[in-house]
T-cell receptor
Framework: QKEVEQDPGPLSVPEGAIVSLNCTYS??????FMWYRQYSRKGPELLMY????GNKEDGRFTAQVDKSSKYISLFIRDSQPSDSATYLC??????????FGSGTRLLVRP | EAGVAQSPRYKIIEKRQSVAFWCNPI?????LYWYQQILGQGPKLLIQ????????DSQLPKDRFSAERLKGVDSTLKIQPAKLEDSAVYLC??????????????FGDGTRLSIL
């Protein structure tokens, strides 16, 4: 069993839709949770960074962590074609080593 | 602020040949990472440097991979000899410090390696 599971997609939505991206994990020691966005042929860039359970909002993006269920989510409101990318969840325990999910490809249709 | 620079962007070699990648981190970033990203997967940490020293190389295949960071700035990653399964994008990242303050890690655009 992988430490971090993520549906590879692709997920195709119309412009303006609310997008929900999710990851599950097995290691209860994970404390820090991140979402990265990766455009084609580019390196990942950090979108959201949360510690422990709860919600965090930044513009059109909301990150949600439920440690009791070992489940994290990223919501994108009013999705735009420029949001089309691969979204990677990532987690750290006290060793501070990043463990990535395999990524979900998102396509936002104009 | 200039980003993380990597070269070359693309490399094609035959199996059993050797190859080297170069990384120049963001100025002032003490921590440098090399990741391997196989198609359809997330990046996997190969090695982490704090200044000149190695912090974590537990997932580096040391029989064929080597890395160094001279003078605590630029770094090179070498594969010798290459195997077919080494086909991947090799990403370099850097950050200011270590620990939770290690975020964000800033990534370069990677070197795409194809083994024939």
């Amino acid at each position: 069993q992988k430490e971090v599971e993520q549906d590879p997609g692709p997920l195709s939505v119309p412009e303006g839709a609310i997008v929900s991206l999710n990851c599950t994990y097995s290691n209860s020691a994970f404390q820090y949770f991140m979402w990265y966005r990766q455009y084609s042929r580019k390196g990942p860039e950090l979108l959201m960074y949360t510690y422990s359970s709860g919600n965090k909002e930044d513009g059109r993006f909301t990150a949600q962590v439920d440690k009791s269920s070992k489940y994290i989510s990223l919501f994108i409101r009013d999705s735009q074609p420029s949001d089309s990318a691969t979204y990677l969840c990532a987690m750290m325990d006290s060793s501070y080593k990043l463990i990535f999910g395999s990524g979900t490809r998102l396509l936002v249709r104009p | 602020e200039a980003g993380v620079a990597q070269s070359p962007r693309y490399k094609i070699i035959e199996k059993r040949q050797s190859v080297a990648f170069w990384c120049n981190p963001i100025s002032g970033h003490a921590t440098l990472y090399w990741y391997q990203q196989i198609l359809g997967q997330g990046p996997k940490l190969l090695i982490q440097f704090q200044n000149n020293g190695v912090v974590d190389d537990s997932q580096l295949p040391k029989d064929r991979f080597s890395a160094e960071r001279l003078k605590g700035v630029d770094s090179t990653l070498k594969i010798q000899p290459a195997k077919l399964e080494d086909s991947a994008v090799y990403l370099c990242a850097s950050s200011l410090g270590k620990g939770a303050g290690n975020q964000p890690q800033h990534f370069g655009d990677g070197t795409r390696l194809s083994i024939l």
